[in-house]
């Protein structure tokens, strides 16, 4: 048990000096040393990873920081809009320090489930699951929109994305999951629904329980009643935006 909680320990450590070096991307130190009443030196020891704070004094940082950095925000101000209402992620899903963020919120929110695999769909969604399934100590699974080479038995799901007349597939190996086992699926963005519902229904093919959904943002609400229509699983998002193109 003492092992145990030193490591717990050790990884809220690390924790908030990622969130402090998330935070160093917007604040100078003299700022930083303002708002958490700490010199900027130690700040800066910190920030390098020279030393560790103390367990009283990182969960004070936390505690103060998450009240100047909201998530949501800072995923808002990275998507760029187009002249139809489009926008680009480019900006969220090419920083790590902020899939790092979104990451500690996603292992915050399934603190406690059974999480023995993370799931997502090739390919913006890859970078975000694959800090998150690192972070959870767990496999990757990735589903294509084609069979790959030298794999002999695939899970299959057709589903076709909404204003497209076009049928697609996602194929998973049939030897990625084991029966029982319980199944994040992590995605960049739930827009119709489709697609993570087509993932829903590969992992309960393969006789495994989906424990839930974490995206960075969402768009609309339409996708809700897709994913309900294959199981009630919750759902966490980062941002939420208002359907931009009809």
């Known amino acids: ?38 010199p900027e ?16 004094r990182a969960e004070e940082i936390n505690r103060t920081l998450q009240k100047y950095m909201s998530l949501e925000k800072e995923l808002h101000e990275r998507i760029k809009f187009d002249d139809l209402g489009y926008f680009d992620n480019t900006g969220i899903i090419n920083d790590t320090m902020l899939l790092e963020r979104a990451v500690q919120q996603a292992v915050g929110k399934f603190a406690g489930k059974r999480v023995n695999k993370v799931m997502t769909a090739a390919v913006d969604g890859v970078p975000l699951a694959t800090l998150l399934a690192h972070r959870l100590g767990t496999r990757l699974i990735v589903a294509k929109q084609s069979r790959e080479v030298g794999v ?41 629904g489709e697609t ?7 992992i309960l093919k393969a006789r495994a329980e989906v424990i839930g959904i974490y995206a960075l943002v ?13 199981g009630n699983v919750p759902v966490e998002i980062g941002l939420s935006l208002v359907k931009m193109v009809a």
């Open 196 to 202: 993570q519902r087509a993932m829903m229904k590969v």
């Open 152 to 192: 002999r038995e695939f899970i299959e799901e057709f589903y076709v994305p909404p204003k497209t007349a076009i049928m697609k597939s996602l194929y998973v190996s049939k030897d990625a999951f084991k029966k029982g086992e319980g199944v994040l699926i992590a995605d960049d963005i739930i827009d119709s």
């Open 218 to 230: 969402a768009i609309g609400n339409e996708w809700k009643s897709r994913i309900e229509s294959v």
């Open 41 to 56: 030196t130690v700040l800066s020891r910190y920030v390098k990873g020279h030393v560790l704070p103390t367990a009283e």
């Open 1 to 38: 048990m003492k092992d145990t909680s030193r490591i717990l320990d050790l990884k809220y450590k690390l924790q908030t000096i990622e969130l402090l070096n998330l935070a160093k991307e917007q604040y100078t130190y003299r700022e930083l040393s303002g708002i958490l009443h700490l």
